[in-house]
């Protein structure tokens, strides 16, 4: 398969209209991918969600993590979730989606005005949480992308949209499957 030509800053600018147009409370899962190893990707239909390991079967309670101190996995960034209409823009190819290495895709706008760090979301029987450590793109999603889209999602406006996609926990384990529904919950009011 030979590679889409790179979009250019101005032709994704371009298409920030159809992202801003995401579903703001509910909307839904279009792609699973578990990574069993590193540079390796597993497109589901199903996964099942675990508060322990993340994803059963995915790398990254094993791959570790560069920002905790010993080097372990970091418990707020056991799932990534990228906006459908964000990676479909990068990406230009279905096929693609999975290079950028998030584990779920959701027709969800994933914006800090949105989803504020503590929003959950339901995703079939599982919870996950938003965390608050920044995804931000990287050398890789240069590479496999294109440097001005790393410029795009890492942008003020980028990462205020989170183009690059959003880290979460799961604080309730359990089965999904795509086309399920991803629904934002209420607030949780805290006790006085």
């Known amino acids: ?27 839904t ?3 699973i991918v578990r990574r069993p190893a590193v540079e390796a990707r597993e497109r589901l239909d199903a996964a099942e969600l675990d508060s322990a390991v993340g994803m059963v079967g995915d790398n990254w309670a094993t791959r570790g993590s ?3 101190s010993d080097g372990s996995a970091h418990p707020d960034m056991q799932l990534t979730l990228m906006n459908s209409r964000a990676i479909a823009l990068v990406a230009q190819e279905r096929a ?6 998030d584990q779920l895709y959701v027709d ?10 503590g929003t959950r979301l339901a995703i079939g029987a599982a919870v996950l949480e938003i965390t608050p450590e920044p995804h931000m793109g990287c050398k890789k999603f240069a590479a ?8 795009f999602v890492n942008s003020s406006m980028g990462q205020a949209l989170r183009l690059r996609g959003v880290n979460t926990r799961v604080v309730q384990g359990g089965p999904i499957r ?15």
């Open 66 to 68: 560069s920002r905790t």
């Open 178 to 192: 795509v086309g399920d529904a991803v629904q934002k919950l209420p607030a949780q009011k805290l006790p006085e």
């Open 1 to 27: 398969m030979i590679a889409p030509q790179m979009l250019t800053l101005a032709a994704l600018e371009a298409g920030l209209d159809a992202i801003r147009q995401s579903p703001r409370a509910a909307g």
């Open 144 to 151: 496999r992308f294109g440097v001005e889209a790393l410029q």
């Open 96 to 101: 693609r989606w999975p290079l950028a290495g």
């Open 108 to 117: 969800l706008d994933l914006s800090v005005e949105n989803l504020p760090p």
């Open 29 to 31: 899962l279009d792609l």
